[in-house]
């Protein structure tokens, strides 16, 4: 069992940054890929980042490419997502997601990001 908890969220101007933390429970975080998504207010929940289990392999959608950078510590258990040059569409609630494959099943509660514009 895996549980995941998401921290970071909140107002930010447009062009500002934010950084997303994602603390995971669980001896088995070490061989999960994990993830980011969003869901904004009356659409679906989109896919944003991941990331494979040791940290060398990354993949974004091409809205945040160039400007969210997801990692993890697995000493930490702990995976982030930096948020760059952030624009009001990126506005949304951000999930964080675990393995143990990329058909996620794990889930966060989520943490809300308002980028104003």
């Known amino acids: 069992q895996v549980q995941l908890v998401e921290s970071g969220g909140g107002l930010v101007q447009a062009g500002g940054s934010l950084r997303l933390s994602c603390a995971a429970s669980?001896?088995?975080?070490?061989?999960?890929?994990m993830g980011w998504f969003r869901q904004a207010p009356g659409k679906e929940r989109e896919f944003v980042a991941r990331?494979?289990?040791?940290?060398?392999?990354?993949y974004y959608a091409d809205s945040v490419k160039g400007r969210f950078t997801i990692s993890r510590d697995n000493a930490k258990n702990t995976v982030y997502l930096q948020m760059n040059g952030l624009k009001p569409e990126d506005t949304a609630v951000y999930y964080c997601a675990a393995g143990p494959t990329i058909a996620f099943r794990y889930w966060g509660q989520g943490t809300q990001v308002t980028v104003s514009s």
């Open positions: 669980g001896r088995t975080f070490g061989s999960f890929p």
């Open positions: 990331i494979n289990w040791g940290g060398s392999s990354t």
